[in-house]
Nanobody, 127 residues
């Protein structure tokens, strides 16, 4: 399975971007129990941003993005999106999408819980 993230770019503080992630490959038609967005700023560890879990699509957010970012998925198309509004310079990072077939609810925020990762897309927010 390959995940491809897109939609990154340069935006001014207060602006918006929409990231997308598409799955392809051997199990592209399978259902992923959980999808997530993570980000990694220079010199920092990869951190959780948002996740969507289970058939009901329960969403989870990091406190730093709650109220500004919205995660959504399309199970039929095996795609994931992240709408990012009111962007701040602190949101600057490479954003990665991730997916997993066996994810459990208690692990949605854990980097190590996801088997499939995209290559990342750079988001730069200028002040």
């Amino acid at each position: 399975v390959q995940l491809q993230a897109s939609g990154g770019g340069l935006v001014q503080a207060g602006g918006s971007l929409r990231l997308s992630c598409a799955a392809s490959g051997r199990t592209a038609s399978n259902y992923f129990r959980g999808w997530g967005w993570f980000r990694q700023a220079p010199g920092k560890e990869r951190e959780f941003v948002a996740a969507v879990f289970g058939r009901g699509g329960t969403t989870y957010y990091a406190d730093s993005v709650k109220g500004r970012f919205t995660i959504s998925r399309d199970n039929a198309k095996n795609t994931l999106s992240l709408q990012m509004n009111s962007l701040k310079p602190g949101d600057t990072a490479v954003y990665y999408c991730a997916a997993d077939n066996t994810l459990i609810m208690s692990s949605v925020r854990s980097v190590s819980a996801y088997d499939y990762w995209g290559k990342g897309t750079l988001v730069t927010v200028s002040s």
